[in-house]
């Protein structure tokens, strides 16, 4: 059974980033249907479990917004205007509608990384 999930860890606080709004996008072309819009849960997880069940698992290519630099700003950090990082789009294909996706995202204000988890 398929499903899509994220989770993201603040490496600037050593801390999962608990209040970061993620956008989870279908993107056809040129343009960008959102699928759903959350905040992540003190782990740093959706509360409402994967983002596609294997339900609404489909193959084709998505787009995960994650809101930096407003997290930070909301935690007190200092950004300069405008910031070095402030939303990241990370864009990514589904290949296999059965499979298992997981996309961490480790993030500061001034890097981030990610890979297709387990």
Known sequence: ???????????????????????????????????????????????????????AMATGRYRL?????????????VLPEPPFIDEVPLDFGIADAAGHYHVPLLVSPWAYSTYRGS
Do not use: W
Not at 4 to 9: A, G, K
Not at 29 to 54: C, W
Not at 68 to 76: E, P
């Open 1 to 55: 059974m398929g499903h899509l999930s994220t989770h993201v860890l603040d490496t600037m606080n050593g801390c999962p980033a608990a209040g970061m709004t993620v956008t989870l996008q279908r993107v056809h072309g040129d343009r960008a249907e959102t699928i759903k819009r959350i905040v992540l849960n003190a782990d740093g997880r959706n509360d409402g479990g994967p983002l596609l069940d294997a339900a």
């Open 65 to 77: 917004l994650f809101e930096v630099a407003s997290y930070f700003r909301a935690r007190g950090v």
